[in-house]
């Protein structure tokens, strides 16, 4: 009977000495923790510092474009700009006028720009991950406009002056009701072919 008593009392006992033996392990670990903590704390805080650091930059630092197009002309000017607190450290500005612009230019009415428009194609965080807003793909297609040398902006200057009344018809029909058909008229008057 002492043998069957004892069997029950430690069954009944095992969950207690279980959980008794489980809170010492958890215990031994706390501390195995906590000393590896004091002696690793070192490292600890290297490690948290250079994810502070990473936080910071991509935070802060970043690369910008921003796109710049003239509705009336086609003009296009492409801004880019290294940002710290978004304000700008560098930039860099990329032109790129029309045939439309540099006739006007020539025929001494140039455009305005009085309706351009920007919008922000990439943002470039820590200066390695592009995102918010990045915008990829083909935003502008443009021709080779080579052709347009020194000969031809003389040619449309001359032009110009000999018939005083193309300034105001290119500025009326082109620059304000966008009837660009007539940007090729100027150039055949001129004789560029």
């Not at 020539?106 to 915008?135: N, S």
Request: proline share 4%; glycine share 6%.
């Amino acid at each position: 009977m002492t043998t069957q008593r004892s069997n029950d009392e430690l069954q009944q006992t095992r969950p207690i000495a279980f959980w008794l033996q489980s809170t010492r392990a958890v215990g031994r670990v706390v501390e195995i923790g906590a000393l590896y903590v004091q002696m690793n704390r070192k490292k600890f805080i290297a490690i948290a510092s250079l994810l502070l650091i990473a936080v910071i930059w991509f935070g802060v630092v970043d690369r910008s474009w921003f796109v710049y197009e003239c509705p009336d002309c086609g003009y296009v000017k492409d801004v880019v700009q290294y940002r710290v607190f978004e304000i700008p450290v560098h930039e860099t500005v990329y032109e790129h006028p029309s045939v439309t612009q540099r006739v006007g230019i020539d025929l001494g009415a140039p455009c305005q720009h009085g309706r351009i428009d920007f919008w922000h194609k990439h943002r470039v965080w820590g200066l390695c991950i592009c995102a918010d807003p990045c915008i990829n793909g083909i935003y502008r297609l443009g021709g080779d406009d080579s052709w347009y040398t020194d000969d031809v902006s003389s040619k449309i200057a001359a032009l110009s002056q000999n018939d005083p009344l193309v300034k105001a018809e290119y500025s009326k029909r082109v620059l304000r009701e966008h009837r660009y058909k007539f940007v090729k008229t100027v150039l055949e008057k001129a004789g560029v072919k």
